[in-house]
């Protein structure tokens, strides 16, 4: 989506996020310690499960797997779209294009009908895809960052429609002393620093997508 236009009113939701997406973790970096015979061991006992989870139909979470054990360390590129269907997700953007919605309908009013074209944005903000909710961006993600842009136009009859789209972006890796299911990550971020593995980051942006709600009356 192009840059807002200053021409038009800029309505911004209530809640504050953060300028910066980046979280980083307390791992030492890359290839700064000499792996052990248990990091090796570990590393190569692991290195199916990429494999097993695409025949499973996980193929998410396999490329993202697999990016790490492929030590480039280049950003990952993912479609939001797909994380975006998940209910956690779907939940907080929904709420963002609602809160846009109210506000772009209160100006609107307030402005006897004049001002019907509106840009809309929001800082960077976190979401969490639980196991429940999608076994695929679960193991692939897990909690990401995401923004939001986009453009509210009301129309004559105080119909709503806003086109927008997500950006989203994550610090792939696993953090030392933290645990999920009874798994500890420790095992698994110690290869980062072995050089066995490496952190990298995700990124991606969606096509303009349509959210139309009803008369505002």
């Known amino acids: 989506m192009t840059a807002p236009d200053r021409s038009r009113p800029l309505v911004r939701t209530a809640r504050r996020g ?41 193929k998410h979470s396999a490329a993202t797997l697999r990016h790490y054990y492929g030590q ?6 993912v479609d939001p779209e797909g994380p975006l269907e998940t209910a956690p997700f779907r939940k907080v953007a929904d709420r963002h294009l609602e809160e846009w919605r109210d506000l772009a309908v209160a ?13 809309a944005t929001t800082n960077w903000h976190g979401v969490r895809i639980g196991k429940g ?15 939001m842009t986009g453009r509210v136009d009301i129309d004559e009859d ?6 927008y789209e997500v950006e989203v972006y994550k610090d792939w890796g696993f953090d030392k002393g933290e645990d999920e299911y009874g798994l500890s990550f420790t095992p698994l971020a110690r290869l980062h620093e072995a050089g ?3 952190e990298y980051t995700v990124v991606g942006r969606s096509r303009p997508l349509v959210w139309t709600a ?4």
Do not use: C, K
């Open 18 to 58: 953060r300028p910066d997406p980046g979280t980083p973790n307390g791992n030492a970096p890359y290839g700064s310690r000499r792996p052990g015979i248990r990091d090796r061991a570990f590393s190569v006992a692991l290195r199916p499960t990429a494999a097993v989870w695409r025949i499973t139909g996980l």
């Open 133 to 147: 909710d999608h076994l695929d961006w679960w193991l692939a993600l897990r909690g990401l960052q995401y923004r």
């Open 214 to 217: 009803p008369p505002a009356g």
């Open 107 to 119: 100006r609107w009013r307030a402005s006897g009908g004049h001002e019907t074209e509106f840009d």
């Open 72 to 77: 480039s360390g280049q950003r990952f590129v």
């Open 158 to 163: 105080g119909v709503v429609r806003i086109v």
């Open 196 to 198: 066995l593995a490496r």
